[in-house]
């Protein structure tokens, strides 16, 4: 391993290969991670609310108990309509989806272009990271926050759920970061996670008083104090801007372009991400072009 270190600190190019093929194969796993999780947590919910209801809750014949085990890892991937089992082969990032032309191997069932589109974007921003994040633990905690911030923009884009088992750990994993000053001061971060929080949280009762209606989520609040914990208190009016910004955007082109796109609600959870992504490799430029506009 120290060998390798040394090799990469030689050659600065073999650090962006690297994050490049490490990205394709942690977005091979995004895509279970995207998929099982809200699953996992249907799950949950349901033996939850089985539980209050049922009037034997240490039956030994409780359906719990013989349901088979569900989680990212178990069972293996397979073909929705006829079961096959992925192989390992058949589960190269990108290049599997290319050879087998979009179709399972077995059944030939389209397999989603989403699917290789989430590995090879997860790839080109794990490379877009390492071109500007020093190698070392500050480059390693970066991919490990843009691979956090891809998996749940297409979990909030698919069921409109920030998952607190991604946003808390992200929060905490950015205090525990800036401990050392990783990417700003602990003082800092504790502000921004609790300024984070707090500005959204503010903002979404404002509306529900005025209106009656919520108009985001308890997961945006989390994911924006997950932000505020990386990066600072300073960061958080660039990233609600930038995050408002594409957002409005995107709700009028969906007023436009959808018949029914007046009452469509839209998840924010994905703008934030993407904010918050391009603040950790545009933060600096991002900053300066803020105070320009509004001094």
Not at 8 to 27: D, K, N, Q, T
Not at 227 to 241: R, T
């Amino acid at each position: 391993m120290q060998d390798v270190i040394l090799v990469m600190e030689a050659y600065p190019a073999s650090i962006i290969v690297f994050a490049g093929v490490l990205g394709l194969m942690v977005g091979s796993f995004l895509n279970v991670v995207i998929h099982r999780l809200p699953i996992m947590m249907q799950k949950d919910w349901q033996s939850e609310c089985r539980l209050l209801l049922s009037d034997e809750l240490k039956s030994p014949h409780n359906e719990d108990e013989v349901a088979p085990r569900y989680n990212l890892v178990v069972p293996r991937s397979a073909c929705p309509k006829c079961n096959h089992q992925i192989t390992a082969l058949e589960n190269i990032p990108v290049i599997s989806w290319l050879v087998l032309k979009g179709k399972c191997s077995e059944c030939a069932n389209p397999i989603s272009a989403r699917y290789p589109g989430v590995e090879l974007l997860t790839g080109l921003m794990s490379v877009a990271v390492a071109f500007v994040v020093p190698f070392g633990w500050p480059l390693l905690l970066a991919l490990t926050l843009t691979w956090f911030l891809v998996a749940m923009t297409f979990i909030d884009f698919d069921t409109m759920l920030l998952p607190d088992q991604l946003t808390l750990p992200l929060l905490w994993l950015g205090l525990l970061a800036n401990c050392f000053g990783t990417f700003t001061d602990l003082q800092s971060a504790v502000l921004g996670a609790a300024a984070g929080y707090l500005s959204l949280w503010s903002i979404y009762w404002a509306f529900k008083l005025l209106t009656g209606k919520e108009g985001m989520g308890y997961g945006d609040f989390k994911l924006l104090s997950a932000l505020g914990a990386w990066f600072g208190w300073v960061s958080l009016p660039v990233i609600i801007l930038l995050s408002s910004f594409v957002g409005a955007v995107a709700g009028i082109a969906l007023m436009v372009l959808a018949k029914n796109g007046r009452g469509q609600q839209i998840p924010f959870g994905p703008y934030l991400a993407g904010a918050g992504w391009l603040y950790l490799v545009y933060g600096q430029e991002l900053i300066e072009l803020y105070f320009s506009v509004i001094l």
